[in-house]
């Protein structure tokens, strides 16, 4: 399939919902069709962005207007750039400072910027030219690595149900047993397994959707199969999974 075809996926940071609202009616003008996923806190920003695969983050560069020198938007990009995968993907400002500009552009690649009020037809055309020019995403390979007790380990990922962390220590559950490994934080694991069948579920748990017998959006779980029991679906993550779940 053509690139600019294939879905997009868009993670847009927002804290006032008209705005949220305007470039969602934006992008789903484009013909290039994309996925919109919604944070109105960087902190929710950041549970999205690693539990999933976004090509494009519209980010607002003030989210806290109680304070005169917010730019939350800026520190979450800061972060996001710590993870492998997004160290190139494009970040697209809505600012209305003049001074961040300069450091977006040399510190933080900002591929671009829209000032506010900014205008819906320009808005369009620069959002067309990122989501073309977006890469393809990160070749996965089919083994989980990890070391313990100095010692490499492979995995199978098709053999692994799902990944959770508890007691500051990571639990591996496969469809052979459980194996708990050091502490390591779960972009860690996400960054390493494919988008399109391991989803995050909560804030501490990855699931492999092969494994999903069903989903309760009323009580907010995943049923799992072979009597693997049952995971919460966290209030923040659960729509951006849902989106991703029903996204075959």
Do not use: W
């Not at 996925?35 to 806290?64: C, E, N, P």
């Not at 199978?156 to 559950?173: C, D, F, G, Q, S």
């Not at 990855?206 to 199969?225: C, E, G, H, P, W």
């Amino acid at each position: 399939m053509n690139e600019e075809m294939k879905v997009k996926n868009v993670l847009i940071l927002e804290d006032n919902k008209s705005t949220q609202e305007l470039l969602k009616n934006i992008f789903s003008r484009l013909e290039i069709h994309s996925q919109i996923s919604v944070a109105d806190s960087a902190k929710d920003a950041y549970v999205l962005a690693v539990g999933g695969f976004y090509d494009l983050f519209v980010v607002d560069v003030v989210l806290d207007h109680r304070k005169a020198s917010d730019v939350s938007g800026m520190a979450f990009v800061e972060r996001i750039r710590e993870i492998e995968y997004y160290k190139l993907t494009p970040v697209i400002f809505i600012t209305g400072l003049e001074d961040p500009k300069f450091y977006a552009y040399s510190q933080l690649h900002c591929y671009s910027y829209l000032e506010k009020p900014f205008d819906f037809h320009a808005a369009a055309l620069l959002f067309t030219e990122v989501l073309k020019s977006t890469r393809n995403r990160p070749e996965i390979t089919e083994n989980f690595y990890f070391r313990k007790d100095g010692i490499l380990y492979s995995v199978e990922t098709r053999k692994i149900v799902y990944i959770e962390i508890r007691a500051k220590k990571n639990y591996l559950h496969c469809v052979d047993g459980t194996m708990v490994l050091p502490y390591v934080p779960l972009a860690d694991f996400t960054r390493e397994l494919d988008p399109r069948y391991f989803l995050q579920c909560n804030r501490s748990t990855v699931v492999n959707r092969r494994f999903i017998s069903a989903v309760d959006t009323v009580n907010n779980y995943v049923s799992l199969k072979k009597n693997f029991g049952t995971l919460d679906i966290g209030r923040v993550i659960k729509q951006d999974f849902l989106n991703r779940f029903r996204d075959d």
